[in-house]
């Protein structure tokens, strides 16, 4: 772990000796003429977690955090001066062909052993932490219809099987009026077909498609290790209705009732914490985001990478200016090609669009004290904590080995959590310090707060507080353990996050580079 | 009109006197050795909307529909030969720069006076067709939240409001992880500005934000015309909540409740039919939409026209490739510039992402008779009436003129219908040959089939069928004035379609071309 060095109130935290700027840890800042207990006066009014200098920084000279340039000054800063974006000039990111490749892998931490949770356990190998039915749709078009029915099936038909734990549409924008000519548009058609085969749907959604749109069943029902065909029982076409809209109606819920039945059969066994697939965010972030809840989660994720888990990572352009340190961390060649491969094709997806990695720090993370997409960076990639990097997953891929994966999502919370899903997710962990409610219908998401603040303003959204960790009150081992804990206990079902209990679901988004037609 | 001719049983349709093939009518369609009432003997099996080469066109012959080259004979094609999709070269598009303008601007038809219907007036100036409470967000994040707060609104509060509508959620993918330093952006931006406008939702919709996303409240908010600004009431962000969940479902509601006090004042007023703004989409087209329904939208466009309403055709990958006839009937330069303004930026957004129109047609359409884009397009225009074009709507743009417009969209139903919505559309026109069951939260869609046969098999989804005129049991002119009256009921409130009575409500799809960060 970086070094980690405050003072007592007022208080800043240091993360790496080369450091020369610190973030502000006092709720509600530190006024201009506050002097740390090390004797440094601060010459501005700084709010919480943005940056102070520790010393004079020259013009020109290197702004060091996470013992990382995170920029040059563009002025001179005097010491204890309020270091801000408009003081940085942010350096080029790392050359895709002339990256260090597994130079520092780190060798395997001893394994992890015992630890289990209750799963439902697929066919496929894979292992549910929820028991649903899932319903998935080739075509926007006929999403008004099965929200109908969706909505008949809970109050009518779920009832009647109490160890269903629920019933979601998997509704999405994508299926038609897209260029399907093109080599882009198989990302979405592999994230749809994967979201199909989430672990928490019990393997296999059922398919309800229109007829004439451009993405036919015969790609959303994958053929190869799902046992279903095309004409399987478990699609239905709209079109096919020869009485309307009744007719519609009933037979999506006589489907879902068979469906119903078999999903209400299953019961949860005790399956190793290797089955457990994590997908980790981060969202709102602030300035603590990589004090605080991101090294917790990542001394988690060694923790579950130690008992043979699968843990993901993401968000492209969040760890783009970090490529360097990541393919150093791959495990062997093939991994740091993957990584190299899946960023050169998004620098080239952002240069098309006109645009690059600078466009991704929104305001609410700059007013949280992340001066640019460097600094954003450097916190966001302590969420894969210190093991060898094992895996890349395209997006819209399903992830088909153990260990940390890095999953190639744009930053988006919905998109990447939506492709998360897809690469077979069955537990998300999701870090903020703005704040944020978001949920997902189809696994439990367990909240993370970076500021203590927080969790005492929003008692009933976040469900693990690592602000302990800025204030002195608990330490990032401890509350990754807690973290690694809380996972197990949640997969289980007998502990429910609070977006579970309040039925917080925000939709599925898909990522479609390919143009609408 | 064009020259319609068909013979009785067996029966085909010919579009223009000097087309070479014609559409086969009948349920099922022709066997191999059918003989129509002229002596055409068919030498196929063609299926019901596919064409029929109604004498030998030799390869590299012109093959003509609507009077328009639909493509070159890819072979040697027999009379009564079954004319595929593989037998078309298609004809590369009307190049930009060498458009005919202005050059057959239809002249003004005499007004149409004395038509009105009963609606909800609003401050500024347009009319609602319905009284609905929106509420409107700034990023998906929250779309969690307010679900769960809208379905309380619907239990708890609405049924003390009986003179509103109904309450939706105006939710979308957009707000944040998008690349917010490119043109393209404000297509996005200006999309929901404009939705969160809708006539039906009294001229402005609450906003929920989140507080630290890149879309801000402030662009949402528009500051011309509607009197919000970004203080008003009317906003809340759910990051300024101080107690959790409990505070943020509460304070929706309370916003809610004051608005939908505002909202139940409001009563019909009897309103020129010059109020309307009516949006015309198809989906799920095949050979026939461009002979019965299509030309009777068309025929009811020109009588709304004449009445002084606004009426919206979109769908550009649909018009290019009769870009040509749309620039030749543009009122004036300034129209014909804004058309082929659209269309280059369109030709543009296709080519960067290694594109063309012809990935348009689906296999749906493909199935349905529709060879090629062209063909599609002849028949997808139809519906555009024959009054002059008076004016272009880019994308996420609002309306601001009467008479004939062309809203420049993707063809996608859904994402055509939410531009429409941004541009002020306060009903909705559908036709459908394959049979789409899309609907609409904010406006009443009105279902036209194609065929007689659909009609007849969605007895309780299809408002009008337009099959008629194809049967001869009707033709375009009556079934035009049949839609006209329709279209006047139903912005009354005195009937209901049938997407309003199910309650089927398709998502927002908003079209956004800016990258994702």
């Given amino acids: 772990m970086p070094l980690t060095q405050y003072t007592e109130n007022p208080r800043y935290l240091r993360l790496h000796e080369a450091d020369n700027v610190a973030v502000i840890v006092n709720d509600g800042g530190v006024a201009a003429g506050t002097v740390f207990g090390d004797g440094l006066r601060v010459c501005?009014?700084?709010?919480?977690?943005?940056?102070?200098?520790?010393?004079?920084?020259?013009?020109?000279?290197?702004?060091?955090?996470?013992?990382?340039?995170?920029?040059t000054a563009r002025r001179a800063i005097p010491e204890g001066g309020w270091v801000q974006e408009s003081d940085l000039v942010m350096p080029t990111p790392p050359a895709l062909d002339a990256l260090p490749r597994c130079t520092e892998v780190?060798?395997?931490?001893?394994?992890?052993?015992?630890?289990?949770?209750?799963?439902?356990?697929?066919?496929?190998?894979?292992?549910?932490?929820?028991?649903?039915?899932?319903?998935?749709?080739?075509?926007?078009?006929v999403a008004g219809?099965?929200?109908?029915?969706?909505?008949?099936?809970?109050?009518?038909?779920?009832?009647?099987?109490?160890?269903?734990?629920?019933?979601?549409?998997?509704?999405?924008?994508?299926?038609?009026?897209?260029?399907?000519?093109?080599?882009d548009v198989q990302i979405p058609i592999r994230t749809v077909r994967n979201l199909a085969r989430n672990p928490n749907l019990g393997g296999q959604a059922l398919v309800i498609g229109l007829g004439c749109e451009m993405l036919q069943p015969a790609q959303v029902i994958a053929e190869q290790g799902s046992g279903l065909q095309l004409q399987d029982p478990w699609l239905y076409r709209l079109q096919d209705a020869q009485h309307g809209f009744a007719e519609m109606i009933e037979r999506i819920m006589a489907l879902a009732e068979r469906r119903l039945a078999e999903l209400d059969r299953r019961r949860r066994e005790t399956c190793p914490a290797s089955a457990l697939v994590l997908g980790m965010q981060c969202g709102g972030s602030d300035a603590f985001s990589g004090i605080t809840a991101n090294p917790a989660l990542g001394f988690a994720s060694d923790l579950l990478v130690r008992a043979g888990a699968t843990v993901m990572f993401s968000e492209v352009t969040e760890v783009r200016d970090a490529a360097h340190l990541l393919t150093a961390r791959a495990k062997d060649e093939e991994v740091a090609e993957a990584l190299i491969r899946e960023m050169d094709w998004y620098d080239r997806y952002l240069e098309r669009g006109h645009s690059d990695r600078s466009a991704n720090p929104s305001p609410g993370n700059k007013a949280g004290g992340?001066?640019?997409?460097?600094?954003?960076?450097?916190?966001?990639?302590?969420?894969?904590?210190?093991?060898?990097?094992?895996?890349?997953?395209?997006?819209?891929?399903?992830?088909?080995?153990?260990?940390?994966?890095?999953?190639?999502?744009?930053?988006?919370?919905?998109?990447?959590?939506?492709?998360?899903?897809?690469?077979?997710?069955?537990?998300?962990?999701?870090?903020?310090?703005?704040?944020?409610?978001?949920?997902?219908?189809?696994?439990?998401?367990?909240?993370?707060?970076?500021?203590?603040?927080?969790?005492?303003?929003?008692?009933?959204?976040?469900?693990?507080?690592?602000?302990?960790?800025?204030?002195?009150?608990?330490?990032?081992?401890?509350?990754?353990?807690?973290?690694?804990?809380?996972?197990?206990?949640?997969?289980?079902?007998?502990?429910?996050?609070?977006?579970?209990?309040?039925?917080?679901?925000n939709s599925l988004a898909l990522f479609n580079p390919a143009p609408l037609t």
């Fill in 370 to 505: 992340l001066s640019n997409i460097v600094e954003k960076t450097l916190g966001a990639t302590v969420k894969s904590g210190h093991s060898a990097i094992s895996g890349v997953i395209g997006p819209g891929e399903r992830a088909e080995r153990k260990g940390l994966l890095f999953c190639a999502t744009p930053a988006g919370d919905f998109v990447c959590g939506t492709l998360q899903l897809a690469a077979g997710m069955n537990l998300h962990v999701f870090t903020t310090g703005r704040g944020t409610p978001y949920g997902l219908a189809m696994v439990p998401v367990v909240k993370v707060s970076t500021r203590t603040e927080l969790a005492r303003r929003w008692p009933d959204l976040i469900d693990v507080d690592a602000g302990r960790i800025a204030s002195g009150e608990s330490n990032v081992e401890e509350v990754g353990w807690e973290l690694f804990r809380f996972y197990l206990d949640v997969a289980s079902g007998c502990k429910k996050t609070w977006t579970e209990v309040h039925r917080i679901h």
């Fill in 44 to 71: 501005d009014s700084i709010p919480q977690a943005h940056k102070v200098a520790l010393r004079a920084i020259g013009e020109g000279e290197a702004v060091l955090r996470y013992g990382q340039v995170i920029g």
């Fill in 106 to 141: 780190p060798p395997d931490a001893p394994p992890l052993e015992g630890y289990t949770f209750e799963g439902y356990r697929n066919a496929d190998g894979s292992v549910g932490t929820r028991n649903l039915l899932g319903i998935t749709t080739t075509v926007q078009c």
């Fill in 145 to 183: 219809v099965l929200d109908h029915a969706v909505q008949r099936i809970r109050d009518e038909i779920l009832p009647r099987y109490p160890n269903v734990d629920g019933v979601i549409a998997l509704s999405h924008d994508f299926g038609c009026g897209v260029a399907f000519d093109t080599p």
